[in-house]
């Protein structure tokens, strides 16, 4: 079947956080702000979202849940446990129970509920930099503190230095490290190998893990990508593993995804610390989409992997004819591209005004992303191709390029 990703959707109107709102994030400007003034439209190719509409079984099966016509507290059904197990159990060969399931309405919201419960005040939490904003707000927020591995880019590609990996999580105040896999805004997708030896030195420093893989179904053509409970490691099963389909169908706004432990007594202790944030239940029309995306939506991923493959392809090349100085650093996984300005000589905030301003294009300055970002800034690539070629052209002219 063809889908399409192609037609733009106008979002404007709809409360799109990058189109719409009106405030900063991540300590930008907000879009009003950037684009005030005469010129073409903006494009904001900057949060962790889609220009592109949801797996027509997804929207399929939420309209029939609105048919329905009751709403009440909804607790998810044995069909979304079902469907859940069985995709992580096809897509990324991990066999989990559907018991070890636990619904929340958010990864960020169950990190700051985790993160409240399970470190003690004034402890550190392990993060790995460059790396996605908010984990940084979630920590400071909740009572605890930073501690930062930096990533080190090595011929185009990020890896973790484990000699200073194991430096950090031997510091006591360490209590928690958010693995990123895979990770945002790299597009590493971690090896089984690479996350043994993570699992081994949380288990011997006694580092609870939680890790992030909201991006994990995001996997790019010919690369794969590994969830962290699936090494068959005793410290992975007593990880916190955060998934869903948010990112993977484009959902983010219905406020749905899983925490997966395996752990019994791990898992009572995390779905009290859920419950004692007031949340309860998942909402129904979510619920709906979720099943039928896990059941479903397999061809439709697919076929938009080979689109953010070939929206990659088009940067690349794009960069390479015309803005030679600017490196693509190659994603394995996410549909976000990480690109390196460093080259330019430019301060980042020039990079960053003149892309803005002159270009009226928003990416995210890289220089939220912490130490090692930068000079880089990260586009994202889910979106018409139309949309990005535009983008890019206004950049060239706006970097001055040779043509
Ligand atoms: C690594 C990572 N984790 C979590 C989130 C947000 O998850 P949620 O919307 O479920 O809070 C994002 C969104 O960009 C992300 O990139």
Not at 296 to 312: C, F, I, K, Q, Y
Not at 332 to 353: I, K, M
């Amino acid at each position: 079947m063809e889908f399409d990703f192609e037609t733009p959707i106008d979002r404007r109107g709809t409360g799109a956080v990058k189109w719409d709102r009106n405030i900063a994030t991540h300590g930008q400007a907000a879009p009003g702000e950037a684009f005030a003034g005469d010129g073409p439209p903006p494009i904001p190719l900057t949060i962790a979202d889609m220009e592109l509409a949801a797996p027509p079984v997804v929207i399929a099966a939420m309209r029939a849940r609105l048919g329905h016509g009751v709403f009440g507290y909804t607790m998810p059904t044995p069909a979304y446990r079902a469907a859940a197990r069985g995709w992580q159990a096809r897509r990324h060969g991990w066999e989990i129970e559907e018991d070890w399931i636990l619904p929340f309405h958010g990864v960020i919201p169950a990190l700051y509920a985790l993160i409240r419960g399970l470190v003690p005040a004034g402890r550190k939490v392990l993060l790995q930099a460059p790396v996605f904003p908010p984990f940084f707000d979630a920590v400071r927020r909740n009572g605890a503190e930073v501690a930062l591995d930096e990533l080190v880019l090595a011929d185009g590609r990020y890896a973790m230095d484990f000699d200073a990996l194991e430096r950090h999580l031997a510091d006591p105040d360490v209590a928690m490290f958010v693995l990123c896999n895979p990770h945002n805004p790299t597009g590493r997708a971690w090896t089984r190998a690479e996350l043994l030896r993570v699992a081994e030195l949380c288990a011997r420093h006694d580092v609870i893990v939680i890790a992030d893989e909201i991006h994990g179904d995001l996997v790019m053509p010919g690369q794969r990508f590994v969830p962290f409970g699936a090494i068959g490691h005793p410290a992975a099963a007593k990880a916190i593993v955060a998934n869903g389909l948010s990112k993977t169908m484009n959902l983010a706004g219905l406020g749905l995804c899983n925490l997966v432990v395996a752990d019994p007594a791990l898992r009572e202790r995390v779905a009290g610390l859920l419950m004692a944030s007031g949340a309860f239940g998942v909402n129904p029309v979510s619920e709906a989409g979720f099943v039928a995306g896990w059941r479903e939506g397999g061809p439709w991923l697919d076929a938009l992997m080979r689109h953010v493959d070939a929206n990659r392809a088009f940067v690349r090349r794009f960069l390479a004819e015309r803005l030679p100085a600017a490196r693509l650093v190659e994603p394995e996984a996410t549909y976000l591209l990480w690109v390196d300005f460093r080259a330019f000589g430019l301060p980042p905030e020039e990079v960053s005004e003149r892309i803005m301003r002159r270009a009226r294009v928003r990416l995210e300055n890289g220089t939220a992303f912490g130490p090692g970002g930068a000079g880089f800034f990260r586009v994202n690539a889910a979106c018409p191709r139309a949309m990005l070629v535009e983008a890019w052209e206004r950049i060239a002219v706006a970097l001055g390029s040779n043509r």
